[in-house]
């Protein structure tokens, strides 16, 4: 469509300026002009096509950037992104050098807060509220969250020192999953209006201060005055959880009724206490396939045109299904063979490959929500009785729940079976999502052993492998990449504990990888031997414990040690690597090579390691400047 609004909004400002009817044609314009420039470049679609009107109400209502409008994960905030000065800069979200596919505070003064996992904005919006209060500042905070990161923890202590506190602070509940239902309807709309009038508090305000100088009979007078402005609400609307914690209810109200959302937050803007507002939207928004299916459409992969224009792919499928699509199957087949296996995700069963485990297996399929903790220490509740659960979870997701993973099984010699995935680059999601971590922070947990697959037919192995292990948990991270390979009718071998595999003989130096990473780095021994370097490629599927009869053998042998993982050097494996041969004396030179010491920005997985000098050709030119290239070369 042509637009006529959208890129003239150059702030907040310039949404103050239209009327109403000129509202609506905005909210229009960012719904179409999102829906073209997402399905052609690809990105997260469904979550900002359900907030569209809230955000121009909210950057309507309230004065940003001085009011301070935190948005939860923040993958629903496109729109909010194009109404704060970025719509030129829009095509490029999650590309490579281009803007943030969440929210991050150094791209706009107007991103308060960032974050990539979920249930974290109430509780940031509490200490951006109470600086506010010790700073003797006067503006609002605003926090907006969606009903599926109000299955996590950390979203109800929130609520509960917020509520204990008592200080002005607005929660936006944004409910997708229940329909507009009859509650959103003239009555319900008469009430909320009713209790968030202006007049009403201030006289409901009023007659509070006034019981409290009653001599006689104050406490029951408050109690019955408490008891009606409750139960105007609480008749027809579900807000009885968040009166008891110390927030004042208003809702439901239809999230798609702009002018319903502006004047219901014009009316509870300025009251001095907590403020949960609930209002139902519908994921996907103005874009019909992605209403009847928000979870497909919850991110879009880049078509290179717009939606209306998309033909069905007629590139044939990859040789190997992704590492995703491997641990799915791996799941069923474990499951098939074995009635002690479950598996638990906390609210990503798409993402980590389990729909079709959840499908044939519902019985002994979990999900806990976004409650990383409670699923980690539920599971170790399982493996108390002699189940086998797998926990399949993000890289980072699992630092959510590192205190239970040590407190709650580690400690307990518990067999968990931990299914890392996106360890290594996440790609275009970025810092928050890439699993840089989990190699470091789980090296030092005692008894853990962590492992890495080379590809989807060692994964097999290594699940097998783990379900061997009785008395200490078992960790597995793979990236989000290709399996390399993967034999669906494949066997399973059971692996020695701390074992490595020889990949290619080399007499000059040796590499230690881990993970797929093994191909580029054979890839580039093949290539150095025509400079006359010869490279041993060793596979180090566990990374923790070490092949220590291997490393024993390396003095003898090489004078150069390379390690490569697709993780941080700082606690990474080469570190491990390095303390084993410093401590047995090696006298020759080791250089590590992994992510640095800063958080990576978003990207491919190609480009991001390619830039770091993790891919065939940056591994080939650090091992020429590492070792001096014999003069007469011999192919």
């Known amino acids: 469509m042509q637009l006529k609004y959208l890129p003239d909004i150059k702030s907040p400002v310039d949404v103050k300026k239209l009327s109403r009817l000129e509202l609506h044609e905005l909210c229009k314009e960012l719904r ?101 209060y010790q700073k003797k500042q006067n503006h609002r905070v605003v926090a907006v969250i ?161 939606l209306d224009k998309i033909e069905p792919p007629s590139d044939p499928k990859p040789s190997a299904p992704p590492f995703q699509s491997v641990f799915g199957s791996l799941a069923c087949e474990l499951a098939r063979n074995r009635d002690d296996v479950v598996c638990i995700t906390a609210a990503m069963r798409e993402g980590t490959g389990l729909v079709p485990f959840a499908k044939q297996f519902p019985n002994r399929y979990y999900d806990v929500g976004i409650a990383e903790g409670h699923g980690v220490t539920f599971s170790g509740g399982l493996a108390t009785e002699g189940i086998r659960p797998i926990v399949a979870i993000y890289s980072t997701f699992l630092q959510r729940a590192y205190d239970h993973l040590i407190h709650d099984v580690a400690v307990q010699h518990l067999p968990v079976i931990f299914c890392m995935d996106r360890a290594g680059i996440a790609g275009e999601d970025g810092p928050t999502h890439h699993g840089a971590l989990d190699i470091a922070y789980l090296r030092c947990v005692q008894d853990m052993i962590v492992s890495a697959p080379k590809n989807g037919n060692e994964f097999r192995h290594l699940l097998y492998t783990a379900l061997n292990v009785t008395d200490k948990p078992f960790g597995i991270r793979y990236p989000k990449a290709s399996s390399v390979e993967f034999d669906e009718s494949g066997q399973a071998e059971l692996l020695p504990i701390g074992s490595w595999n020889i990949e290619r003989q080399g007499k000059d130096a040796v590499i230690l990888v881990v993970g797929p990473m093994v191909y580029p780095a054979q890839d580039a021994a093949n290539e150095l031997i025509k400079s006359g370097i010869s490279c041993e490629v060793v596979n180090c599927r566990f990374i923790k414990p070490m092949d220590e009869q291997y490393l024993k053998s390396i003095p003898d042998k090489f004078d150069y040690v390379i390690t490569l993982e697709e993780g941080v050097v700082t606690g990474g494996f080469g570190d491990g690597v390095a303390a084993w041969l410093l401590e047995n004396r090696y006298k020759g030179i080791l250089k590590r090579l992994g992510l640095p010491d800063t958080f990576v920005e978003h990207g491919s997985r190609d480009q991001i390691l390619e830039l770091h000098g993790l891919d065939k050709a940056g591994l080939k030119q650090t091992i020429k400047k590492l070792i001096p290239i014999p003069e007469t070369i011999t192919v």
């Open 32 to 132: 179409e002009h999102t829906i073209d420039v997402i399905t052609e470049i690809g990105g997260h679609l469904a979550p900002t096509l359900g907030v569209v009107e809230l955000t121009v109400a909210l950057h309507y209502i309230f004065n940003t950037p001085e009011d301070k409008l935190l948005w939860d994960v923040g993958h629903q905030a496109y729109a909010h992104k194009l109404l704060t000065g970025r719509f030129d800069e829009f095509p490029t979200i999650r590309k490579f050098g281009g803007l943030s596919g969440f929210l991050k505070r150094t791209e706009s003064e107007y991103d308060v807060f960032g974050a990539g996992h979920a249930s974290t904005s109430i509780s940031a919006a509490l200490g951006v509220a109470e600086a506010r």
């Open 146 to 306: 969606g009903d599926g990161a109000m299955t996590g923890g950390l979203a109800y202590e929130g609520i509960n020192n917020a509520g204990h506190i008592g200080h002005q602070l607005t929660v936006i509940l944004n409910d997708n999953e229940m329909s507009i239902s009859p509650n959103v309807g003239a009555i319900s709309k008469y009430l909320t209006r009713l209790i968030s009038n202006p007049y009403y508090n201030r006289i409901r305000n009023e007659v509070w201060d006034l019981t409290g100088k009653l001599p006689l009979a104050r406490s029951k007078t408050r109690t019955f005055l408490k008891r009606i402005d409750e139960s105007i609400k609480n008749i027809i609307v579900p807000g009885m959880l968040f009166q008891e914690m110390g927030f004042r209810y208003f809702g439901p109200i239809d999230g798609h009724d702009l002018d319903e959302v502006i004047k219901t937050l014009d009316n509870i803007k300025d009251i001095p206490s907590p403020v949960l507002l609930h209002i139902l939207t519908r994921k996907g928004k103005g874009m019909q396939v992605a209403e009847k299916d928000p979870v497909k459409y919850h991110g879009v992969k880049a078509n290179g045109q717009k």
